[in-house]
């Protein structure tokens, strides 16, 4: 009895390790390796584990922009909560209003976005400009 609940607390923990990541660090999950923390020269983005992209500009430590975010078969799908504060009243009213999907570039050690479907363009403009390379692992 015990022996069998040991092998079963190993293989758990074997299955749960394998999921853990990727050849960048980032999880084979469904959700292609998200929540997780990409650090950009200029920029970091802070994909948490329920939900929130939030991006901080890193000279200021000022976060820029918060967003709703979810993955799925390589489509990140975003919209905005809080838009960054240099937006016109109607672009962030348009941010806010109007989901956006971008598709995943996977990179050798990060990500890139294509926007797929994007109604509000300037939104694209700042999505679309980064090659996130450098993962930082979440905190447990």
Do not use: W
């Amino acid at each position: 009895m015990k022996l069998t609940a040991i092998t079963a607390g190993a293989l758990a923990l074997l299955t749960s390790s394998l999921a853990l990541g990727d050849h960048h660090g980032r999880g084979a999950e469904q959700v292609n390796g998200f929540p997780g923390v990409y650090v950009h020269p200029q920029i970091t983005m802070t994909f948490t584990g329920d939900g929130y992209l939030i991006t901080t500009v890193n000279a200021s430590n000022v976060t820029a922009g918060i967003q709703t975010y979810t993955v799925a078969d390589g489509i990140l799908t975003v919209q905005d909560v809080s838009p960054p504060a240099f937006y016109s009243q109607d672009m962030a009213d348009c941010v806010r209003d109007n989901p956006a999907t971008y598709q995943i570039n996977d990179l050798p050690d990060g990500f890139s976005m294509t926007a797929i479907d994007e109604p509000c363009p300037p939104r694209a403009g700042l999505l679309t400009r980064f090659e996130l390379r450098d993962y930082v692992r979440p905190a447990e």
